[in-house]
């Protein structure tokens, strides 16, 4: 689909579950540093901003609504950008359990992982002489016997239960059979346009971050979907900054953070997810385009203003 009026969404993941504290020290841990460094996008630029939780004290993804309750009210109270969950959470989370914190907390956006996996992390434990805590090198090792499971029926339930509260999703999409997924539940009228694509690039067991792996996603998503959708990316890694430059210059929109990659640079560690989202803003405007605000990217992509009352921006319920 072809941008809208030279506007930019930048969506900011700000700390997920595939980093581990011994990576580097910048990664948000505890409530009130998710809460900080998704406010900090915020005002960098974000539009949305995509949350995961973690225990504080060891930094362990935690997917239980009460972690996201410790920061999501402070978030909305701070800034009025699209509040993003996760029903990815980790790869060793039952469906159950991925699905709880946006069945409670209703937010006007989710992420919805498109089809099972292998989703390899095991060879970042390569590079990590000492971890900080127990559990981060099985974390990452489990990977390599692990399937990231995302069946028909679980993506249904999804659909259906968070879809009934409003709630509208990010479609990641790892590969192009997920698109063809996508494609499925849109002809079976479960999924209403303008659908969300963010495709990923670079997860080991997903599609690679070769620059024609980015123009033949957009091409099938374009086949698939035509004006119905809008196309994000994210990069891993170190691709993250050479493939979101890409996307926006093939009329795409993109994604940030330190979920996606922990660096900004070459050898150089991002000290936050808003470094990152300044970087990608100076591409976009470089371009000649500007980025969409949150009530901008709210009316591209159709979902409700706000949230539960839980999720109301302070001003708004004032």
Not at 293 to 307: F, Q
Request: with cysteine; hydrophobic share 40%; aromatic share 6%.
């Amino acid at each position: 689909m072809s941008r809208q009026n030279g506007k930019v969404i930048i969506s900011c993941a700000v700390t997920g579950s595939i980093h581990t504290p011994s990576m580097t020290d910048h990664l948000p841990i505890t409530p009130e540093q998710i809460a900080d460094d998704a406010v900090g996008a915020a005002e960098a630029g974000a539009a949305i901003l995509h949350l995961h939780a973690r225990d504080p004290k060891t930094g362990k993804p935690d997917q239980t609504p009460e972690a996201f309750l410790r920061f999501v009210p402070a978030i909305r109270r701070r800034t009025d950008a699209i509040i993003n969950i996760t029903t990815g959470g980790s790869p060793y989370n039952s469906i159950a359990e991925r699905i709880r914190p946006a069945l409670e907390l209703k937010p006007e956006l989710a992420s919805l992982n498109m089809g099972s996996m292998n989703f390899g992390l095991f060879r970042i434990a390569e590079k990590i002489a000492t971890f900080k805590h127990d559990w981060e090198r099985d974390h990452l090792l489990k990977t390599r016997a692990n399937i990231f499971r995302n069946t028909f029926e679980d993506i249904e339930e999804i659909l259906t239960v968070c879809g009934a509260a409003g709630t509208r999703f990010e479609f990641e999409c790892y590969d192009t059979s997920h698109l063809y997924t996508l494609a499925h539940f849109v002809e079976r009228g479960l999924v209403k346009p303008p659908f969300f694509v963010q495709s990923v690039f670079g997860i080991l067991g997903g599609v690679g971050t070769h620059a024609e792996d980015v123009q033949h996603m957009k091409r099938t998503a374009d086949r698939l979907f035509g004006g119905d959708y809008l196309w994000s990316v994210l990069g891993a890694g170190a691709a993250q900054l050479r493939i979101a430059t890409q996307a926006v210059a093939l009329g795409g929109n993109v994604r940030v953070g330190l979920e996606d990659s922990i660096w900004a640079g070459k050898g150089k560690l991002a000290t936050s997810s808003a470094e990152q989202v300044r970087m990608i803003r100076q591409v976009i405007e470089g371009q000649g385009l500007s980025i969409a605000t949150p009530d901008e990217a709210r009316a591209m992509l159709g979902t409700r203003t706000g949230g539960t009352v839980l999720l109301q921006p302070a001003a708004a319920s004032a």
